[in-house]
Structure formats: structure tokens, C-alpha cells
């Protein structure tokens, strides 16, 4: 089963910025895509960023113009360039692998980094 290593968060002043990290380790299979969800107090998990194999890039309105999402395959790490952070923007980042094994459909989750955004 493959495993995560999220890094990177912290704490961070409004208008500041923190670059996510997420490497994977274990056996690696068919990918669709890496994904950043995050997850604040009271609210739903979302989708923030998403990247699949091929390279295309998807980002959530919330952080379209100041995220960035980028991956290396070589390495199987994935990245998560936060900029111009918000208050809004305080919540536990997780990062998620879409693929298939063995013909069925799978999901991995990683343990979550916290980003909080204050003042």
C-alpha cells in the first residue's frame, strides 16, 4: 500500500506563502491523478488542486491565480505553491492518490499537514 509524507505547513501572516510537499513511498501503480484536498473546521473536505498523469492541472476557485500544483513523476512527488494566503485559506491539507490496481478503482490518503493563516 502506498504511503505519504506530507510536509510543509505551518504558520503563516495573511499574503504570505508556503509550498506543500507530498512524497509517496510503496508500490506504485496505474495513476489517474494527485490531488490536494483540504478540510477547515465545520466544513467539508474539498478539492483544492488536482494534476493527472499527463500533466493537466485543475484548481478549485477558492485558490485559482495564487495556487500552483505541480508534479514529479520521477520522484512521485507532488507539490502544492500556496501564494497570496487568507485568513480563509487556515485548514489541514491532505494529500490523495487516484489510480487503478488490478483493475479496481483505488484512493490513498496521507495523514494531513495544518496551514494556518494568521494575523
Known amino acids: 500500500q502506498v504511503q505519504f509524507v506530507e510536509s510543509g505547513g505551518g504558520l503563516v501572516q495573511p499574503g504570505g506563502s508556503l509550498r506543500l510537499s507530498c512524497a509517496a513511498s510503496?508500490?506504485?501503480?496505474?495513476?489517474?491523478?494527485m490531488n490536494w484536498y483540504r478540510q477547515a473546521p465545520g466544513k467539508q473536505r474539498e478539492l483544492v488542486a488536482s494534476?493527472?498523469?499527463?500533466?493537466?492541472?485543475k484548481f478549485a476557485d477558492s485558490g485559482k491565480g495564487r495556487f500552483t500544483i505541480s508534479r514529479d513523476s520521477a520522484k512521485n512527488v507532488v507539490d502544492l505553491q500556496m501564494n497570496s494566503l487568507k485568513l480563509e485559506d487556515t485548514a489541514v491539507y491532505y494529500c490523495?492518490?487516484?489510480?487503478?490496481?488490478?483493475?479496481?478503482?483505488?484512493?490513498?490518503w496521507g495523514q494531513g499537514t495544518q496551514v494556518t493563516v494568521s494575523s
Open positions: 494534476i493527472t498523469s499527463g500533466g493537466v492541472t
Open positions: 510503496g508500490s506504485i501503480f496505474s495513476i489517474y491523478a
Open positions: 490523495n492518490e487516484v489510480g487503478q490496481r488490478d483493475g479496481v478503482q483505488y484512493s490513498y
